[in-house]
């Protein structure tokens, strides 16, 4: 089974270098350098689609990239550096990476937006520069010499389907692993990619870089193409129009990427033919991109709906039904997580003032309190999400601080109360991007099992969000964290299989070795699962203590059931 | 050098306007604008085809590219606010950038793809300070930048309208609840600045390199001024516009700065980024 999943794009890799061998002998000489185009467009457009379509950020740059190869190939060329085309070619793409990082970097802390906004004005600017210093090599008629073996323009052809296929390859896999997964999730939220342990800022960072250097090898292919290269060929609004393609295209799908390449020549040689002004091309780029943006589809998507004709399958739930078998129960020990003198501010309002909590060994400690009493801010702060709380939080004897992301690796995990899991992954992807560490499909399955979720294969969009939130909670599990704080982890599950859940979160500490803060709602699962409560009531310790105790007190009696009610 | 810097001063006063043109739609109505300066442009462009084809008197053909580059950005704003009220600013921004390609792309069918034969509607020195010119767009502009930034401010804080149009920003499924008709707000803000950025951009345009692609990229040094308010700040943004102006202006004195100078605006993108952004912020509330 896994030795297919790994040979299927080695398959279809090979097919199409086949493919691309019988098109660069079958067909007559001027669709050859057409073909050239497109896959020299084609490795641009894989680019895009993992800053655009996987991580979900505005790019509009991806020929400055181009750019930037194709300057680092034909300063080479001039130079008579040693090693040869290819290795100029793999240059220019890391110096277009290492161009893309630089770029990237102030723009990343925060929005896609903010990309945009660098990239545009980037393109804007090289647009100028070009025009004025042209490449070198130009005023001195110096061309970029093909590497020997491929100096026709069919065997180039085929060097250049060769060079698209290992950058299909590359994406596929980078897709399939952590850094793909890590793109996905910052696309979906970024406070979720933090709470995993995955710093927000490397994420973007990653998907950025990738998107130049495949921008910067396609630069450098399209010199050896076409010998000078001019600034005509990687000017501003080009790049703009290659952008709204990858939007329109689906350019995160490979196929699509190969596919939108093929438009991105196929549509102005038609137009030329039909002697049509070529710039109706990128008119109709910018209506189908509009289109597609506001349908919130893309081509790939419908093609791909289109071809299974899947019917709507309901999707998947929990299954608590099955019995658990019990293990032993271990005995709490000393508090691992300790906070004292939490406080949080929101202005004027004291969201949080001078908490003191523990988490036991081994343990499982309930929070509970009325709405609004600071519970999930007291999981914000814990957690790092509020750099201004106040309080010191130790974790095993040593203080935790830093941002969310060090403290998740540091051993701290949450969940949330929102839907945080990126719908783009599939169940057992998230759970190794989650887990940070190698798992075997056995331990998966086991702890896909045993809390009822679906099975690993099942993509997270055809899950229901009850048991998403749940798979979140094995994924965090999975790490094995010191601790792991749970946001009212069964709000989004029918009441009946609350008690099946709490069994099962009984068993957590002496199955999975972490000790765990549940907030929840529900009493009886508090009941059924918590040694000790902490009452917050107001930002305010309440009560804290064994659990009998705490919920016998008058004083929480009043605060949370209203003075007439019984518990 | 002062001569230099006042004569970017005109170009600074277009980024300006176009920059607040850009904080309040980043504010009113969650876009950040790529296609402001483009269907500034296309009105102008239609302008001068009116006037010097048809056969318009300039202040007429002028009026009616004005209302034009109101009309599109209307446009726009409709199908944003129709299709994606409940999208993300960077979903709704990149809409804009698809709308930016198309003007662009339009523009060049039909009206090639040289600079404009445009009339210039304003023309020669206003005043002479101690041997230095300052022309009468150089006033013109400056003095409209910091009309329309006072004009929105007190809109937006003294008029019933502007208090709606706040609440719809801040909270707008609330605002909507309450009754207030968020996409003919929306709508109008769009028209609005469509209107004030063809204005400026139709008395800037005669003098300033006016193809449509620099012309449709004056967004960028108009984003570089907003980033000084952080997108929010209405004083700052025209304080950034025309200090991007003076220094470009001054920059362009200097024969070894030539290629530098087109990196100014995404210098400062750059630098006020890694300024802005010391501090983590989260992208949900919670």
Same mark, same amino acid.
């Given at each position: 089974m896994r030795l297919a999943e790994r040979g299927i794009p080695f398959a279809v890799a090979i097919v199409a270098i086949a493919v691309g061998y019988g098109l660069s002998v079958g067909l007559d000489g001027y669709f050859v350098y057409l073909g050239m185009s497109a896959v020299v467009a084609g490795i641009s457009l894989l680019g895009l689609g993992v800053v655009t379509g996987s991580a979900g950020m505005i790019s509009l740059c991806q020929l400055t990239f181009g750019a930037v190869g194709a300057w680092t190939v034909s300063a080479l060329n001039e130079a008579q550096a040693p090693g040869g085309f290819l290795t100029w070619l793999v240059l220019g793409g890391l110096a277009a990476g290492v161009v893309g990082v630089l770029v990237g970097l102030p723009a990343l802390r925060l929005r896609g937006i903010n990309l945009a906004v660098v990239t545009l004005g980037l393109a804007a600017a090289a647009d100028l520069a070009l025009v004025q210093l042209q490449f070198p090599g130009v005023s001195g008629g110096i061309s970029v010499e093909r590497p020997d073996a491929f100096s026709d323009d069919r065997a180039y052809f085929q060097l250049a389907v060769v060079v698209l296929v290992l950058c299909c390859l590359a994406v596929h896999f980078l897709r399939r692993g952590r850094w793909g997964s890590a793109w996905q999730a910052v696309a979906f939220s970024e406070r979720g990619t933090a709470a995993a342990g995955t710093s927000v800022r490397t994420s973007k960072l990653t998907a950025f870089a990738v998107s130049a250097t495949l921008g910067g090898i396609s630069g450098g292919l399209l010199t050896g193409q076409v010998g000078l290269a001019f600034p005509a060929s990687f000017t501003a609004i080009q790049s703009l129009a290659l952008y709204v393609l990858a939007i329109m295209s689906g350019a995160h799908l490979i196929d699509m990427a190969v596919f939108g390449a093929v438009l991105w020549v196929g549509v102005p040689e038609l137009l030329k033919r039909w002697g049509i002004p070529q710039d109706w091309g990128f008119v109709v780029f910018g209506v189908l991109g509009v289109q597609a943006l506001a349908g919130g589809g893309n081509l790939g998507t419908t093609v791909r709906q289109v071809w299974y004709r899947r019917a709507r399958k309901e999707p998947a739930k929990l299954d608590l039904a099955a019995g658990t078998s019990a293990v032993e129960p271990v005995s709490p020990g000393p508090p691992v997580l300790t906070?004292?003198?939490?406080?949080?501010?929101?202005?004027?309002?004291a969201a949080l003032s001078s908490v003191d909590i523990s988490v036991p060994e081994h343990g499982v400690l309930g929070v509970i309190g009325p709405n609004g009493a600071g519970k999930s801010t007291l999981v914000d702060a814990i957690s790092g999400f509020l750099p201004n709380a106040e309080g010191q939080v130790e974790l095993g004897g040593s203080p935790l601080t830093g941002s969310p992301s060090n403290r998740a690796r540091a051993g701290l995990r949450r969940t949330f109360q929102q839907d945080r899991v990126p719908p783009g992954l599939t169940v057992g992807a998230y759970l190794k991007f989650l887990a940070r560490r190698r798992l075997t499909a056995d331990e998966i399955g086991e702890a896909l099992d045993f809390f009822g979720c679906p099975a690993a294969r099942?993509?997270?969009?055809?899950?229901?969000?009850?048991?998403?939130?749940?798979?979140?909670?094995?994924?965090?599990?999975?790490?094995?964290?010191?601790?792991?704080?749970?946001?009212?982890?069964?709000?989004?599950?029918?009441?009946?299989?609350?008690?099946?859940?709490?069994?099962?979160?009984?068993?957590?500490?002496?199955?999975?070795?972490?000790?765990?803060l549940l907030i929840e709602h529900d009493l009886d699962l508090v009941r059924s699962v918590c040694d000790t409560i902490t009452v917050l009531d107001f930002g305010r310790v309440l009560a804290s203590g064994p659990q009998a105790e705490v919920l016998a007190d008058p004083a929480v009696l009043k605060a949370y059931m209203g003075e007439t009610e019984m518990l | 050098m002062l001569q230099g810097a006042l004569a970017g001063l005109a170009a600074g006063g277009l980024y300006a306007v176009l920059a607040v043109c850009l904080t309040l739609m980043s504010r009113l109505v969650r876009v950040v604008n790529f296609a402001q300066s483009a269907t500034g442009m296309f009105g102008c462009y239609v302008a001068v085809f009116l006037s010097v084809h048809a056969g318009l008197p300039t202040w007429l053909a002028t009026v009616v590219g004005i209302v034009l580059g109101g009309l599109l950005s209307a446009l726009l704003g409709w199908i944003v606010s129709t299709w994606l009220a409940e999208a993300d600013t960077g979903t709704r921004s990149a809409v804009t950038v698809a709308v930016l390609l198309l003007l662009i792309s339009l523009s060049?069918?039909?009206?090639?793809?040289?600079?404009?034969?445009?009339?210039?509607?304003?023309?020669?020195?206003?005043?002479?300070?101690?041997? *230095?010119?300052?022309?009468? $767009?150089?006033?013109? /502009?400056? =003095?409209?930048?910091? &009309?329309? #930034? *006072?004009?929105?401010?007190? $809109?937006?804080?003294? /008029?019933? =309208?502007?208090?709606? &149009?706040? #609440?719809?920003?801040?909270?707008?499924?609330?605002?909507?609840?309450?009754?207030?008709?968020?996409?003919?707000?929306?709508?109008?803000?769009?028209?609005?600045?469509?209107?004030?950025?063809?204005?400026?951009i139709s008395i800037v345009a005669p003098s300033q390199s006016n193809d449509a692609t620099s012309l449709a990229m004056l967004v960028v040094p108009a984003a570089a001024a907003a980033l000084l308010g952080g997108f929010r700040r209405l004083d700052l943004a025209v304080a950034g516009g025309l200090g991007l102006g003076l220094i470009q202006g001054a920059a362009a004195q200097v024969d070894g700065l030539s290629v530098v100078r087109?990196?100014?605006?995404?210098?400062?993108?750059?630098?006020?980024?890694l300024w802005s952004q010391r501090k983590e912020v989260w992208d949900a509330a919670r």
């Open positions: 906070v004292r003198g939490l406080s949080v501010n929101f202005g004027h309002v099942t993509p997270l969009s055809q899950v229901d969000v009850g048991a998403r939130r749940l798979v979140e909670v094995v994924g965090h599990l999975l790490a094995r964290p010191r601790v792991l704080l749970l946001d009212e982890p069964a709000a989004g599950l029918p009441h009946e299989e609350h008690v099946a859940f709490g069994e099962r979160l009984r068993q957590v500490p002496a199955r999975f070795g972490v000790s765990v | 060049f069918i039909l009206f090639g793809n040289k600079p404009q034969p445009f009339h210039p509607i304003l023309d020669g020195p206003a005043v002479t300070v101690g041997g *230095v010119v300052i022309s009468q $767009v150089t006033v013109v /502009t400056v =003095a409209l930048a910091v &009309l329309v #930034a *006072v004009a929105s401010r007190i $809109v937006l804080s003294r /008029t019933p =309208a502007g208090v709606r &149009l706040r #609440a719809l920003s801040e909270r707008p499924t609330t605002a909507e609840l309450l009754g207030i008709p968020a996409k003919r707000l929306s709508v109008a803000v769009w028209a609005v600045t469509g209107v004030v950025s063809t204005l400026v087109y990196f100014l605006p995404f210098a400062v993108i750059v630098a006020l980024l």
